[in-house]
């Protein structure tokens, strides 16, 4: 078990005195492929990481949220009657938005004392956000009887960060954090929210998952990511479709052809990148279903990478470069993850081979003179649970 699930008891201790009445786990995550297709009613597939954060806590005799995290090195404290979308700020609205989202659903949830500490970097497109929603609904689930299923679950996390934290991120990170399966892929419709676990377990194939955070400094990126959501409106709605999703990909040149006019050869480039991401994300489950070698998945990994470069226009030249080096040095695929201008890019390489494409990429970095980059490697694993 990680390190911050050993600790967290210890300082519940410290910090509030006795014994926690539980621990819970929830992991942040990783995109293997599925780009912005969320929003778009498509196809993402995610993976749970051994990284995440841990809580424990104990119900509060008071209707009143006390919370410590360990990162942050700060308790804040806030009667339950107190948070609501705008009210509360920084960090702890990620927690305290549970709260008020379990509420908001009509449970009557009792006050909490909780210690958060987290091994799942923040902000580097790993979700530490969803992995800090969902461990502490799981706990206030657990600890309030409220017995939600895990899909309920995810709509309180999210809730929490769409309305009182702010964020409108799709449902991906939090539904893939508690469904997170060890050695399986979480294939989400976006549409249905139907969810399948797709085995995935690169070691048993002598391969290894390598994620670099790209340390690219995030510029511009909530304004560039509501331009591409209202692209992606706009043309679904030139085309008289739902959501892009609808649009097949053996009628992606018809569609094409009928998106004319100022903003034409734009939108084109938007519809493309989704429509053949949906289909790339399909065509890598069908794959790994089969049981095939993993390492066919790689061409694909890559060509959603040119896609995201070329149509969608969201990676970096940080991202660009990193991604460049780990094919260079023999990954069979890489690709930017999350959703873009910096954050991470993984690579699907032979076990041996880790050390010599994180080299790679660390020596394409330094004649770039950019910041270095830092390489791990992930495995598929379980989702938010009881410790
Ligand atoms: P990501 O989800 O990609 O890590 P976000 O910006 O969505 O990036 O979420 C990061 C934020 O989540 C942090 O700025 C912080 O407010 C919160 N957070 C994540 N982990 C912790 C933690 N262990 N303790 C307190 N806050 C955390
Ligand atoms: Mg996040």
Redesign the pocket.
């Known amino acids: 078990m990680s390190a911050p699930a050993d600790r967290v008891a210890t300082e519940f201790a410290e910090e509030f005195g006795g014994k926690p009445d539980g621990s819970w786990w929830a992991p942040g995550r990783v995109n293997l492929i599925g780009e912005h297709t969320d929003y778009n009613d498509g196809f993402v597939l995610p993976l749970a990481l051994e990284y995440g954060?841990a809580a424990a806590a104990r119900v509060a005799e008071e209707p009143v949220l006390r919370v410590r995290?360990?990162?942050?090195g700060e308790t804040v404290e806030l009667p339950l009657d107190a948070i609501a979308p705008g009210a509360v700020d920084?960090?702890s609205a990620?927690v305290a938005g549970v709260g008020w989202a379990l509420r908001e659903a009509g449970h009557d949830v009792p006050g909490l004392d909780v210690v958060?500490?987290?091994d799942?970097?923040?902000?580097?497109?790993?979700?530490?956000?969803?992995?800090?929603e969902c461990v502490v609904a799981v706990a206030w689930n657990d600890l309030a009887g409220t017995a939600l299923s895990l899909d309920d679950l995810a709509g309180v996390a999210r809730r929490a960060e769409n309305d009182v934290v702010g964020?409108p991120t799709g449902g991906m990170?939090q539904m893939a954090s508690l469904h997170g399966r060890a050695g399986n892929l979480v294939f989400l419709d976006m549409r249905s929210l139907e969810v399948e676990h797709v085995p995935f377990d690169p070691p048993s194939a002598g391969l290894a998952l390598l994620v670099v955070d790209t340390h690219a400094p995030h510029a511009h990126v909530d304004g560039e990511y509501a331009e591409r959501r209202r692209s992606c409106t706009r043309a679904a709605e030139l085309l008289g479709v739902p959501a892009l999703r609808d649009v097949p990909l053996d009628g992606l040149d018809e569609a094409l052809g009928q998106l004319t006019g100022d903003d034409g050869e734009l939108l084109q480039r938007r519809v493309r990148h989704i429509v053949t991401e949906d289909a790339r994300v399909l065509e890598v489950v069908d794959m790994l279903r089969s049981g095939d070698d993993p390492r066919r998945i790689g061409p694909v990994l890559t060509a959603s990478h040119a896609s995201m470069r070329d149509d969608f226009e969201i990676t970096v030249p940080e991202v660009d470069t990193a991604v460049a080096a780990a094919l260079d040095a023999g990954a069979y695929g890489a690709r930017m993850t999350g959703g873009g201008f910096g954050g991470c890019v993984l690579a699907l390489v032979d076990t041996d081979a880790v050390d010599a494409v994180a080299g790679a990429i660390e020596a394409a970095y330094a004649a770039e003179g950019y910041r270095a980059p830092s390489a791990f490697v992930v495995t598929a694993s379980d989702g938010a649970r009881r410790l």
């Open positions: 954060v995290s360990v990162q942050q920084g960090w990620y958060v500490d987290g799942v970097p923040a902000g580097a497109g790993l979700s530490s956000s969803a992995a800090l964020a990170d």
